[in-house]
């Protein structure tokens, strides 16, 4: 029993001096400041990814990816801790002392708190426990230093936008609105702030570009004419205000140019649904340059969608005016508010067979056919406005369907906005 007792009296006073050497060498500030840098790191290395990602897919071009880039490479830089820690330098001669010294006391030490506590397990690893917790809390940590940041520095463009960016990403789209709105005030003739906040504004309007969308989207062209992704939203918003002229003018310059692989069909297919022609369409079915409103479009050789047959309640006719303006539209079962495609026609086009697909997106990187379930809706607006208002006619939202070439939803508006 006495040898037991002694050798575990040993690997005790082994343990201790172990630890003692171990803090001496390595200050425990270092290490929080080690581990703070490593989550940042960590965080942004997240973020470049992401953008890569969007630059790969086409959804940036290169005007665009490299501002962003420098958005963030500039958000690290504020981001990492700048502050050296001065310590005090303990060679290895003075380590190698403090043991021998402590290696005498510490076995007293030592026999007391083993009869006393029996426990050698209770040394807890808190690294490890950070790490688990930071995984969980990166996101929030980093917004909420980007909220600080900005409250000690509230003129830093760049850390609007990305804290802007950071509150899109995780759904708060009324946040990421202010946050953008915050870097314009700041400065009107940052272009990418200017058509990020006409993408956010949109889409608070249920996908209309009517009115402040589409002023920003026309002041950000002035200072940039040549970002593509403008041009493409200013021919929506052409469109959508009757102008199919003026959006295919505007689409076929862009294929001119050239345009990444990803959207060059999208491209293609909304220029010929406007009543436009392309040469050498790629991926895209062959139609009349002016297809009939209410004629069925065929579904075959198309990508992912929805077949929609609208119709108008016998009930409802004396409701209706020649002046209504319909829309048909689709969107995400689960996630963004705003359309992932929708047509757009008068009341004149009832009963009315359409096609609902990525020909039809709002926005270049909102698909639906990247999306696994969709709902559809129709609406006679009063107001020539997609938004609901009161007494507009509309239908019940169609049950959710898997967007492909074999789904069809009929819908009957039936329904008054109260």
Known sequence: MTAVFWLICIVMVAAAIYFVIRGAYQNPRLIASADRKQQILDIYREKFAFLE????????????YARNKSDLEHALLEDLPTDVLEENTVNKQTVGALAWVLGIGIPLVGIGLYLKLGEPNAIVNPQAQAQEHGQNDSVDQMTAGLEQRLAENPNDVSGWMLLARTYLQTGQLI?????LQRAVALNPNNPDALFQLAD??????????????????????????????G????????????????????WQKLLEEGVPPTQLNMVQQR???????????????AEPAEPAANAPQAASGKGPGVTVKVSLSPALKAKASPSDRLFVFAK????????????????????????????????????????PEVVVGARLSKGSQPTATSG???????????????????????EIVP
Do not use: C, H
């Open 332 to 371: 995400a079962k689960s996630g963004p508010p705003m359309p992932l495609a929708a047509f757009r026609g008068t009341i004149a086009d009832l009963p009315l067979t359409i096609y609902l697909d990525d020909s039809k997106a709002m926005m270049p990187q909102m698909l639906i056919s990247a999306f």
């Open 53 to 64: 990602k969007r630059y790969a897919a086409g959804e940036l071009d290169a005007a665009l």
């Open 392 to 414: 507009d006619l509309q239908s019940p939202l169609s049950m959710a369907v898997k967007p492909s070439d074999a789904a069809t939803v009929e819908l009957v508006i039936s």
């Open 200 to 229: 956010v504004s949109t889409t608070t309007q249920n996908g209309s570009f009517a009115g402040e969308p589409r002023k920003l989207i026309e002041q950000a062209l002035a200072i940039d004419p040549t970002s593509q992704y």
């Open 231 to 250: 041009r493409w939203l200013l021919g929506l918003a052409k469109e959508e205000a009757g102008d199919k002229k003026g959006a295919i003018a505007i």
């Open 175 to 179: 946040k990421g609105r202010e946050a």
């Open 271 to 285: 220029i010929i649904a406007a009543g436009g022609k392309v040469k050498d369409v790629q991926a895209a079915p």
